[in-house]
Nanobody, 111 residues
Framework: QVQLVESGGGLVQPGGSLRLSCAAS????????MGWYRQAPGKQRELVAQ???????NYADSVKGRFTISRDSAKNMVYLRMNSLKPEDTAVYYC?????WGQGTQVTVSS
């Protein structure tokens, strides 16, 4: 059974940084593209960043230059480093692997 468990969310001031982590189990992690999505209140879930099995990345325009996705296939982990956070980054962030989703971790950017 595939499990994705996110951690690292919290409350941060504008301009601050956070690193989200996602631990995957129950699947050959290294074969798949991993993604981070987010959903703000009243909005649809949107793609934030993806990293392929080969390490290629893509980002939503709104986070380019501020967020960095990375993976450690030896540890079955994917990370999202978020710098220069803005209030509009406030959302629940979800880890994704194909049809599987984590439970989400709340990120709140507020002074």
């Amino acid at each position: 059974q595939v499990q994705l468990v996110e951690s690292g969310g919290g409350l941060v001031q504008p301009g601050g940084s956070l690193r989200l982590s996602c631990a995957a189990s129950g699947i050959i992690f290294s074969m798949y593209t991993m993604g981070w999505y987010r959903q703000a209140p009243g909005k649809q879930r949107e793609l934030v960043a993806q990293v392929t099995s080969g390490g290629s990345t893509n980002y939503a325009d709104s986070v380019k230059g501020r967020f960095t996705i990375s993976r450690d296939s030896a540890k079955n982990m994917v990370y999202l480093r978020m710098n220069s956070l803005k209030p509009e980054d406030t959302a629940v962030y979800y880890c994704n692997l194909r049809i599987h989703w984590g439970q989400g971790t709340q990120v709140t950017v507020s002074s």
